[in-house]
């Protein structure tokens, strides 16, 4: 997955996006709307009130109107071996 961009795919399918992270279960790069970013899992979507949240392992709910754009997070790369025949 590329960066989806909110505003380019539309509420609903930014959201059905962040459903699906919460089943596949993978960690996703956030960017909000005030440039903040982090990267996270999404552990449900809930609606309340009438506004959607993410809500999230390790950071507080996001009302979903204030991420701008969401990506894969790619995990961490683990460092080659030394090669031995150096």
Known sequence: M???EQDEVGRCSFIDVLEEAVLVKR???IELRDGTTFI???????????QDFAVFRSH???PVR???AATRAEPPRRP???DPRR
């Open 2 to 4: 590329g960066k989806l």
């Open 80 to 82: 080659e071996p030394p």
């Open 60 to 62: 507080s709910r996001v």
């Open 66 to 68: 204030d991420i701008a």
């Open 40 to 50: 996270d899992h999404v552990t449900d979507v809930t609606t309340e009130s009438g």
């Open 27 to 29: 960690p996703v790069s």
